[in-house]
RNA sequence: GCCGUCGUGGCUUAGCCUGGCAAAGCGGCUGAUUCGUAAUCAGCAGAUCGAGGGUUCAAAUCCCUCCGACGGCUCCA
C-alpha cells in the first residue's frame, strides 16, 4: 500500500464522471470538504490483498502517529490510484478502504471518505510545515502491530465459531462394519494406520531429518529446485521428465479407458469473472495473480475452472451421462506458504491428472465413486505403490452416512482394513463425500494421492445442467478425480519407498516400465563394445552401454547407483558361449547381487514381459554413457 | 507468512567458536592402464566462501539486511 499524508488548510473534491468500478454512493457524497485536516491519498496494491488486515492496520498506525504529531483529529480518506503501477483488485480496495475508515472512527477521528471508483476534481491547501507532507510504503512485513493483533483475534474468533458448526467426528471403520473411537482402537499390525492418524488429528509431526526422497530426487539426476523461478517450481532432468512423461501417459490412458474425453484448458483466468469468482472466494489468497493489459488474471489451481465453463456451454442429453473429462494440468498452480513446501512432496507448481463426471443423480454418483475407486487403487498399485503403502481416509456429512451405510462399509471392505473416518454434522464444503488415499512416508508424514469428491454444489454455481428424459433441465452431480494424485507426488512416493526398503535391507529400485535405464550393458573392455551393441539390438527396451574407459566393478557400482534392474557384463565369455550374465536388481540382497546366465532372449522376454500394457518411451539420454553430460 | 537451524569449486564437506596465503574427497579434463561383478594410478583445471551492506590495517570467520534450503506452526494433491 502507498501512502501519501497531507496535512492541509482545507481539501475538498466533487465527482465529475463514474468509472465502471465506481462504489455506489449517496447524492450527499458527491461533494466533501474538510477543514485542519491531514489529506490521506491511499493506492491499495496487489501485494495487500493477501493482508488486508496487515496493512489497513500499518496504514492505520501510520496515520494515527502522524495526526498525531501535527495536532489534528481530522482525516479525509481519498483514494487515489496514481501512487502504484501494481494495484490491488477494485473490490479489495474498497474493503481496504472502508476497513481503514472503520479503525479511525473507533479511534474517535473525524473522518471522511472520498468515494472511489469517480473522476474527481480536488482542492487542496497544503500547510507546508516539515511534517506536512508524507509518504509511507506498506508492505506485508516482519513486525505484528497492536491493531493487527486485534483484528486477527476476531477474525480467528470468526473461524472458531464457522469451525464449532463443522466439528469432526473421527473414527475408524473395520472391514466388518464397526465403526470404532480412535482412542478405543488396537492399532497394532496397523503401524501406517497409527501415524496416519496420529498425522490427522493430533498434528504431531516433529521431526528431524532432510527428506530422503530430496537427496535421492538429485542424486538420480530426477529433478532439482529451480532458484530461478518461484520457490515450489521444479526442473526435471531427462531421467526425471522420462518418468514423469511416463505416469503422465499412463493416468491420461488409465482415464481414456474408462471413458473420459481428454480436453485442454486456459492456465489462467479472469479474476473478475462473475462465476470464477465466487469459486475463488472460498480459495482466498491461494493463487497466483498475474496482469495483462487491464486484466487481472490468476493461475488456475485445477482443471475445475476451465472443465467446468466448457460443461457450462455444452449441451448436455440424459444419454451422455455419465459423461467424464481428464485433463492432465501441466500444471496447476498454488501459491502455498514457502514453509510448507518440500521436494516433490509438496509444489507451487505441479501436474496433476483431474477428471470430472457429470452423473444424472446420486444413485449414479455412488456407482461412479465406487468404480473410481477401485480404478485409483489399480492406478496406485501399476505405479508401484500398494494398499500397505498407504492408508485410506473417507470423510462425509452425518447424512450421507446415514443414507448409504453399507456403501461405506463396502469401502472399507474392498481394501480389506481400517480405514480413518471424518464425519461432519453438516456440509462444510462443496461435497457430501470423498475418499483419499494417504501415502506415509520415511519420516511419518501424511499425503494424500488418490482423491475422489461428490460435488453437489458447482453444478448450480457454474449453471451446467442437462436434459432429462422428459425435457426439464437438471443439474447433474459432479464428481472430482484425481486417479493418482499429484504425478510430481507420485514420484515422490516411489523414492520415499525405495529409501524406506534400503533400510530395512531390500535394495531399492523402481517398477521397470519406469525405470530411465532398463538394461544396463557393461563391456569388459574396449573391444567388447561392439558385442554389446549386438546384445542391445536383441532387447526390446530401453538399453544403455557403458562405453567409458573405467574397470568393470566401477561400471557395475555405477549401474548400481542408478538402480538399473538389469545389468549384463559382456566380456571373451560372453562373446565364446553365446549367453549373457545378467545381474537382477529385484532378486539381489545389498552387497549380494542376483547374478543369472540366459540368453539375449531370455532376457528380452523377462523384461519385456514386465513392461507389457505400460506406456512405454525410449532412452532419455544417450545410449553411449559416455556421451552423457552430467547434471549434478 | 511466522519461529528456529543452516548456506564454502558442479556435488559432499573441513576451516568459522579464538579474524591473518581458502583445504580435501567425488565429479570434469589430460596421460598411463584394457581390466570379469560395489570406487585403477598419476597430473591439471576449477571458488566473488548465497547476495548486499557494516566493523577492522585485515572478514569465509564478527554485526545487520535480503535471498534460498531444512525443521516447526498452518494447509493440501
Redesign the pocket.
Known sequence: MQILLIHSDYIEYETKRSTPVAEKIEDSLKKGRMEEAVAVFVAVERDDEGNIEYATCKAFEEIKKVAEQVKTNRIMLYPYAHLSSSLASPKAAVDTLKKLEGLLKEAEFEVKRAPFGWYKSFTIKCKGHPLSELSRTIR???KKCAAVVKEKEEVVSEALKSEAKATSYWYILTPRGELIKPDDFDFSGHGNLAKFVNYEIH?????????PH?ELMRRLELSD?E?GSD??NMRFYPRGRLMKSLLENYVLEEAARKGAMEVETPLMYDMNHPTLKKYLDRFPARQYSIEADKKQLFLRFAACFGQFLMNHDMTISYKNLPLKMVELTRYSF?K????????LR??RA?T?PDMHTLCKDMDEAIRQFNEQYNMCIDVLSDIGLDLSDYEVAIRFTRDFYEENKDFIVGLVKTVNKPVLIELWDQRFFYFVLKF?FNYIDA?DK??????VQIDVENAERYDIKYIDPTGEERRPLILHC?PS??I??CMYALLEKAYMNSEKGI?PMFPVWLSPTQVRIIP????HIEYAEKVAEGLDCRVDIDDR??????K??DA??EWVPY?V??????VNSGNI?V?IRSESL??K?A?VKMTVQELNERASDEISGLPYRGLALAARLSARP?F?
Open positions: 506485508a512485513g516482519e498434528k504431531s509431526r516433529a521431526v528431524d531429518k532432510i527428506p530430496v529446485y532458484p520457490q515450489g498454488r502455498e506458504q514457502s514453509g510448507e513446501l518440500v521436494g509438496r509444489l505441479f496433476m483419499e519420516m501424511a499425503s494424500a494421492l488418490s482423491t484425481s494424485g499429484a510430481e507426488r535394495v569388459v573392455t574396449q573391444k574407459e573405467e574397470t568393470v566393478g566401477k557395475i557400482r548400481g547407483k545389468v557384463v559382456v566380456g571373451d565369455e560372453e550374465t545381474t545389498p552387497n547381487p547374478n552430467r549434478m
